[in-house]
């Protein structure tokens, strides 16, 4: 969940939980248990996880659970619950709706006992259609001819720490092209498919072109959900964002994003966002 970022004083170091250590955000404990590592380290607390990379957890997940040769995950929506905890958690995952042609399949991650994420995905049967093949929205510039970017640095944690970006001229507040890479597999146990490592950084769109600057006498805006459409499967190590930010006048926003990989446009993601004052700021 995208949030403002926050300073850790003494106190809040002694109240950090175990993270595991190693080049990948989660180490695999087995039967869809996991601990987490400082690279899944949240911008908003220190002891939270990030959005983005517990949306790769989940869809590693979702991805392995009664796989089909002949379908593939076309819809993701999750729906945050509350404080996605690091340390150790699990996720149980399973069949909403059965079908020939189409699948619903649901995953929740449990943290500290208690709800932190359910995501239900629908997997559609794969087929030809390159015949009526179309796709309105246009490529962007490839993140290799693009110059990197520091515009991240406001934000704290883990997570961001470890991503590579780059840049498309014209990013403004509110607006802007952004791709970003990370080096890290998803779990311990094994390769991150390209769908997994994508999806493991949708999120990051709430945060890439945001409308104020993050900071204590700023305002935050974190998301409640992300919901990911995707209407080829991704491929490749890079994502690219277009992303655009809106704040309607009562307290509510969207972030939307067209979804690229190196071979072009892919899909969008959407997240509603609560905008209210950073607590304590004084005007």
């Not at 970017?149 to 961001?160: K, L, N, T």
């Not at 311990?188 to 006498?217: C, F, I, K, Q, W």
């Amino acid at each position: 969940m995208s949030k403002a970022p926050t300073h850790t004083n003494t106190a809040q170091q002694a109240e950090l939980p175990e993270l595991a250590v190693g080049d990948f955000f989660y180490e695999d404990l087995g039967d869809g248990h996991y601990r987490s590592t400082v690279h899944a380290q949240g911008a908003w607390n220190p002891h939270e996880q990030h959005m983005a990379p517990a949306t790769g957890i989940i869809a590693h997940e979702l991805e392995r659970f009664q796989p089909r040769e002949d379908m593939r995950m076309a819809r993701v929506s999750l729906d945050i619950h509350g404080i996605i905890h690091g340390g150790e958690f699990h996720i149980e995952t399973r069949m909403i709706r059965p079908g020939r042609t189409i699948e619903l399949i649901e995953a929740e991650m449990i943290t500290q006992g208690r709800t932190s994420i359910v995501a239900r995905a629908w997997r559609l049967k794969t087929g030809d259609s390159s015949e009526v093949h179309a796709v309105e929205d246009t490529t962007v510039a490839h993140p290799e001819n693009l110059p990197a970017w520091e515009g991240m640095s406001p934000w704290p944690g883990g997570y961001i720490e470890g991503l590579d970006f780059r840049v498309e001229d014209g990013h403004r507040a509110g607006r802007g092209t952004v791709w970003l890479r990370s080096s890290f597999d998803m779990v311990s146990s094994g390769p991150t498919t390209p769908l997994v490592r994508l999806l493991g950084m949708v999120d990051t769109a709430n945060g890439v072109a945001p409308r104020v600057e993050p900071g204590p006498e700023s305002w935050m805006f974190p998301n409640v959900d992300l919901q990911i459409h995707m209407h080829r499967a991704p491929e490749g190590e890079w994502l690219g964002v277009q992303a655009q930010q809106t704040y309607g006048t009562d307290g509510i926003g969207l972030t939307s994003g067209v979804l690229h990989d190196v071979k072009g446009p892919f899909g969008r993601s959407e997240q509603i966002l609560t905008v209210r004052p950073m607590p304590g700021r004084t005007a």
